[in-house]
């Protein structure tokens, strides 16, 4: 890794150490000692799109980042439902052993972290956070909060399709959604993309786009009992900043920031904001937990 690279962390940041897929476990990093801060990448990256949250472990957390199924460290492992990948989390969580854990889950990786609210009762959360999703991502009626407000599951399908064909030629069209609308991504930061998708397996990754948009967790995120936290890129090219206020609303006590001049990954395009937004959003989490 170049330090001078600007999408890393800060060279004061300690490096992450990185642990091989192995048996029921995903491969993952990891860095810092104290609470455990789970980060979920979203889909065709890896946890190596956390790298600028390296920097939250000198104010005192434990930064986990796990690699999906079909995923960089995960690449050989064969699940491709969001339940498998949200069982996948949880046994890294038992098998580390850790408890009051933070969640924070970007894109398909909000949508691992519901399934964990939804299927993992025991686990040991403290808090479930998304960072620029809708828990919907197909439109309707009654949700017109999907994937650029106009998406249903014919579209999905082809996407999918697609991407079994044609991944190498595809990805760089997919990467350019995660910048702000109207600004140019520093060249490192479109090639540190380009190099996790590379390390995607095409086959995944089709069955997990087509299984995200089966998906619907509006009505977990209405019961939900443990707090719960959103982050939104003011520029978003994929979820209008209508998609923000109807999932907060779907749940009004949950925590809710808007990164400035960022877009869909606002924790690569403007760290240092997202890192302090993400920070306050903890606090407040916690403040709501006892009350």
Partial sequence: MDASDPV???PAAPPFTVHAARGALPGWRETGQGRPLLLLHGWSVNGEAFDRQRALAPAGFR???PDHAGHGLSRQRASATIAALAQDVAALVRHLGVADVVVAGWSMGAMVAWALLRDQPQLPLAAVGSIDMTPRLVTGPDWPHGLHGHYDMAQARQMADRVRADWPRLAPSVASGLW???RRPEPA????IAHMAQQCDAAALAGLWEDMARQDFRETLRAARLPLFHLYGEASRLYAPQVGVATQALQPAAGFSVVAAAGHSPHLEQA???NAALLALIRQADQ???R
């Fill in 180 to 182: 702000a609308a109207g």
């Fill in 63 to 65: 930064v986990i980042a």
């Fill in 189 to 192: 930061a479109t090639q540190r």
């Fill in 288 to 290: 709501a937990s006892m």
């Fill in 272 to 274: 240092e904001a997202f």
């Fill in 8 to 10: 890393l962390a800060s």
